[in-house]
């Protein structure tokens, strides 16, 4: 069983379009993250919900919206597409907020590529 | 931003060589973890380290927490084609309830 999914795998738009990625986790974690991966690999928090309330936004640009229906889901929509925001995201999930104890699990990634 | 600086960037190696990695920090770090991503996948913790000067192995990877709790290294012994990947350590600050990543060293492996 996947313990941290995310749809789509591939993303690929035009610049200005919205669109929206899906995250979900079955290992009944309270905390889940949303990563961006640049081009050089580097790997930064964009976002952070505990039990469905936002912890952390990393001064993400409000074009980017995260939604979590649900302490198990953990969704990104993105407005107005840009080519700098071309990169793999990744969601991730802990048992609670505690960074410094508690283990991240990582989903596959979604690459988005922007046209 | 915090930033941590992971070195060295890059390894080219042959297999069954021994590797060597670190990442140091401006500011203290509460915790140290070394993170591995395969292609295509995202990242899988390694270890996790705790206490200042803590030394901890899985297998033939062993990683310690620097005394003044502002650097870390991993050595993976006797590499094996399946270590190839990006190799990640990450910190976290008391307080700030998340992780900040190194830029990664991506480790290649010849037969």
């Known amino acids: 069983d996947t313990a941290v999914s995310q749809t789509p795998k591939y993303l690929v738009t035009q610049m200005g379009n919205d669109k929206s990625i899906k995250c979900e986790q079955n290992l009944g974690h309270d905390t889940m993250y949303w990563y961006k991966q640049d081009s050089k690999k580097f790997l930064k928090i964009m976002f952070s919900y505990n039990n469905k309330e936002l912890i952390i936004n990393e001064t993400v640009p409000n074009r980017f919206s995260p939604k979590s229906p649900d302490k198990a889901h953990l969704n990104l929509h993105i407005n107005s597409l840009e080519l700098g925001d071309s990169a793999v995201y990744f969601c991730?999930?802990?048992?609670?907020?505690?960074?410094?104890?508690?283990?991240?699990?990582f989903g596959p990634g979604t690459r988005l590529t922007v046209l | 931003g915090q930033q941590l600086n992971q070195s060295p960037q890059s390894m080219f190696i042959q297999e069954g060589e021994d590797v060597s990695m670190n990442c140091t920090s401006s500011s203290i770090f509460n915790t140290w973890l070394w993170y591995k991503q395969d292609p295509g996948e995202g990242p899988v913790l390694l270890i996790a380290?705790?206490?200042?000067?803590e030394l901890t192995s899985n297998g033939r990877l062993t990683a310690q927490f620097g005394i003044t709790r502002k650097d870390s290294f991993l050595n993976i012994s006797a590499s094996i084609p399946s270590d190839v990947g990006i190799y990640f350590c990450a910190g976290d600050i008391q307080g700030a309830q998340k992780l900040v990543f190194g830029q990664g060293t991506r480790l290649t492996i010849n037969p």
């Open positions: 380290l705790y206490k200042a000067g």
């Open positions: 991730a999930s802990s048992h609670t907020v505690r960074a410094e104890t508690d283990t991240q699990y």
